[in-house]
């Protein structure tokens, strides 16, 4: 699949979603409750299973079920991912009504990195097909490490990305509405605002390090391993403001996610040497996802204030008053 037609309208049909979210339903900013959150996401769902099924119609079975099992390693990866913007999103005291212009920003750049790292991991490997062993060990080894390290570890404060930022501009500590960016006497300065997309890209380029190789190892078409990322992407706005509150219950999900990327590692190693059905590989990823969210539900946290992103398990500490960006009357209300 994939001629440049195809991807070319696929294109054009997604920039026409995101036209239409951020210019009609989203053109105000508002707090994302939980019911418009679970009509979007199930919305998102729906899309991603309409184009499931024309893959199937009219790529056949195997590609049909080749897109699904990426879409679900995506999401699921991307439940990971909402872990740290829970904790940005706290750390910086981000109003909850622009919270969803800062991921939709954030998600459109996403994407072309995910399209350059796509198209890059395609030539690669159509090339140099030894690269398939260093991918394979690369998602072995990531997967161990999201084992034997459960908690998410991140410094703020140090980021590359967020120290890069203060060196090109200053970065004031108060927020101005739903701007990046001000003027003040002739300067260009950034507000928390911009220093939070900062960090969600960079959190995302991170991310994308392990998602991409991830689906490779389920497809070597790249137009499937792009698409599905996509509707996984899209998704993940609505679903974010969907389990801020829950996202903590989830504890065995990292467990799950090590063993997904451990066992598509593998497969992707291994794979001169026996090709697994794509029946048999949706059904091991389902069953280590399903059974890790399972287990979260059967074995909760003993303790019942553990919710992100306030409490320390996140991995890092919350800053003091005095570093935290201000937010002013009218957004407290706004938010």
Same mark, same amino acid.
């Given at each position: 699949?994939?001629?440049?037609? *195809?991807?070319?309208?696929?294109?054009?049909?997604?920039?026409?979603?995101?036209?239409?979210?951020?210019?009609?339903? !989203?053109?105000?900013?508002?707090?994302?409750?939980?019911?418009?959150?679970?009509?979007?996401?199930?919305?998102?769902?729906?899309?991603?299973?309409?184009?499931?099924?024309?893959v199937?119609?009219?790529?056949?079975?195997?590609?049909?079920?080749?897109f699904?099992?990426?879409y679900?390693?995506?999401?699921?990866?991307?439940?990971?991912?909402?872990?740290?913007?829970?904790?940005?999103?706290?750390?910086?005291?981000?109003?909850?009504?622009?919270?969803?212009?800062?991921?939709?920003?954030?998600?459109?750049?996403?994407?072309?990195?995910?399209?350059v790292?796509?198209?890059?991991?395609?030539?690669?490997?159509?090339?140099?097909?030894?690269?398939?062993?260093?991918?394979?060990?690369?998602?072995?080894?990531?997967?161990?490490?999201?084992?034997?390290?459960?908690?998410?570890?991140?410094?703020?404060?140090?980021?590359?990305?967020?120290?890069?930022?203060?060196?090109?501009?200053?970065?004031?500590?108060?927020?101005?509405?739903?701007?990046?960016?001000?003027?003040?006497?002739?300067?260009?300065?950034a507000?928390?605002?911009?220093?939070?997309?900062?960090?969600?890209?960079?959190?995302?380029?991170?991310?994308?390090?392990?998602?991409?190789p991830?689906?490779?190892?389920?497809?070597?078409?790249?137009?499937?391993?792009?698409?599905?990322?996509?509707?996984?992407?899209?998704?993940?706005?609505?679903?974010?403001?969907?389990?801020?509150?829950?996202?903590?219950?989830?504890?065995? *999900?990292?467990?799950?996610?090590?063993?997904? *990327?451990?066992?598509?590692?593998?497969?992707?190693?291994?794979?001169?040497?026996? !090709?697994?059905?794509?029946?048999?590989?949706?059904?091991?990823?389902?069953?280590?996802?399903?059974?890790?969210?399972?287990?979260?539900?059967l074995?909760?946290?003993?303790?019942?204030? !553990?919710?992100?992103?306030?409490?320390?398990?996140?991995?890092?500490?919350?800053?003091?008053?005095?570093?935290?960006?201000?937010?002013?009357?009218?957004?407290?209300?706004?938010?």
């Amino acid at each position: 699949m994939g001629s440049p037609w *195809l991807w070319a309208g696929f294109t054009a049909f997604v920039l026409l979603l995101l036209t239409l979210d951020l210019g009609i339903f !989203h053109r105000r900013p508002h707090a994302i409750g939980a019911r418009e959150a679970a009509l979007w996401t199930a919305g998102w769902v729906a899309l991603a299973a309409v184009f499931n099924v024309g893959v199937y119609l009219v790529a056949g079975s195997e590609r049909g079920l080749e897109f699904t099992a990426g879409y679900l390693v995506e999401l699921a990866l991307s439940v990971d991912n909402m872990f740290v913007f829970a904790l940005i999103f706290g750390w910086f005291v981000v109003p909850k009504a622009y919270q969803h212009r800062v991921l939709f920003w954030g998600i459109l750049g996403a994407l072309v990195m995910r399209a350059v790292f796509i198209l890059l991991g395609s030539a690669l490997l159509q090339s140099f097909h030894w690269i398939i062993y260093i991918f394979g060990a690369f998602l072995i080894y990531t997967g161990f490490k999201i084992l034997r390290e459960r908690e998410t570890q991140m410094d703020l404060e140090m980021n590359l990305a967020l120290r890069l930022l203060r060196r090109l501009m200053p970065v004031t500590n108060e927020y101005h509405g739903q701007r990046f960016t001000i003027v003040e006497a002739g300067k260009r300065i950034a507000t928390p605002l911009m220093a939070v997309l900062v960090l969600i890209e960079a959190t995302d380029l991170v991310f994308a390090l392990d998602s991409v190789p991830a689906i490779f190892a389920i497809t070597d078409d790249p137009f499937i391993v792009y698409t599905s990322n996509v509707f996984a992407i899209l998704g993940l706005r609505s679903l974010y403001f969907l389990l801020a509150g829950i996202m903590d219950s989830f504890r065995y *999900l990292k467990v799950g996610l090590g063993a997904v *990327l451990m066992f598509v590692g593998a497969k992707m190693a291994l794979s001169d040497v026996y !090709h697994m059905p794509i029946g048999l590989s949706l059904g091991v990823i389902v069953a280590l996802i399903g059974g890790s969210v399972v287990l979260s539900l059967l074995r909760p946290a003993g303790d019942p204030s !553990h919710v992100l992103p306030e409490r320390s398990a996140t991995g890092a500490a919350q800053p003091p008053d005095s570093m935290r960006p201000s937010v002013g009357k009218s957004e407290e209300r706004r938010a």
